[in-house]
């Protein structure tokens, strides 16, 4: 199970830094990243991280948004910065099978994912 938090409300040029935590049995070959969908639009990757410490961020919020990943806490972190009226969307996080990060067929069957948590940002 994964649980996310930090999510809220912030005015464009802020910063907020979302967290997951994942209870449970922690596979080795799982990945976790974070995604968003904004009311009426799909869901978006925004940025993943692979077991070797290697990251994928979205081209949307490169050089603002970094995810790290604190494996003593079993937390994903997403620190996002200088955040923009469009980043305002629900934000979620999922623990999947590393091969099945990019691929939302697999996402949907055998993702791990939270319940989410909104970032609403002001201009």
């Known amino acids: 199970r994964v649980e996310e938090s930090g999510g809220g409300s912030v005015q464009s040029g802020g910063s907020l830094r979302l967290s997951c935590t994942a209870s449970g049995p922690i596979d080795s070959s799982y990945c976790m990243g974070w995604f968003r969908q904004a009311t009426g639009k799909r869901r978006e990757a925004v940025a993943s991280?692979?077991?070797?410490?290697?990251?994928t961020v979205a081209d949307s919020v490169k050089g603002r948004f970094t995810i790290s990943q604190d494996n003593a806490k079993r937390t994903l972190y997403l620190q996002m910065d200088n955040v923009k009226p469009e980043d305002t969307a629900m934000y979620s996080c999922?623990?999947?099978?590393?091969?099945?990060?990019?691929?939302?067929?697999?996402?949907?069957?055998?993702?791990?994912w939270g319940h989410g948590t909104q970032v609403n940002v002001s201009s």
């Open positions: 991280i692979r077991n070797d410490g290697s990251t």
């Open positions: 999922v623990s999947v099978y590393c091969d099945m990060l990019d691929n939302d067929d697999d996402l949907d069957v055998f993702g791990i």
